[in-house]
Nanobody
Framework: VQLQASGGGSVQPGGSLTLSCTDS????????IAWFRQAPGKAREWVSCFNRGDGSTYYADSVKGRFTISRDNAKNTVYLQMNSLKPEDTAVYYC?????????????????????WSQGTQVTVSS
């Protein structure tokens, strides 16, 4: 399994960016794709999840109402639309994947269960 993340960049506060995560190599349909982020000197933080099996979505409180996660099955790509960006959203963003039977609603919000990771993509929000 491989994950390819893209779409980072620099924007001003209030701006928008869309991150993409394209996966390949899965032989099952029941897996979870998540976005995490890591700011300098801080722990990796869960941002959002998409459950490929049932289409359910989940968001961290810090991004709820501003970020939207979605998937284009034809392109095997999960998108993270980020609106109303704030300086505190500045971080390196990673997408990660795990077979859904290996996570619960609690553990899907932590990095440990995720077996597959993309390279990071930098998001900088600054005036």
């Amino acid at each position: 399994v491989q994950l390819q993340a893209s779409g980072g960049g620099s924007v001003q506060p209030g701006g928008s960016l869309t991150l993409s995560c394209t996966d390949s190599g899965f032989t099952v349909d029941y897996y979870v794709i998540a976005w995490f982020r890591q700011a300098p000197g801080k722990a990796r933080e869960w941002v959002s999840c998409f459950n490929r099996g049932d289409g359910s979505t989940y968001y961290a409180d810090s991004v709820k109402g501003r970020f939207t996660i979605s998937r284009d099955n034809a392109k095997n790509t999960v998108y993270l639309q980020m609106n109303s960006l704030k300086p505190e959203d500045t971080a390196v963003y990673y997408c990660a994947a795990v077979i859904s039977t290996f996570v619960t609603l609690t553990t899907m919000k932590t990095p440990d269960p995720y077996k597959y990771w993309s390279q990071g993509t930098q998001v900088t929000v600054s005036s």
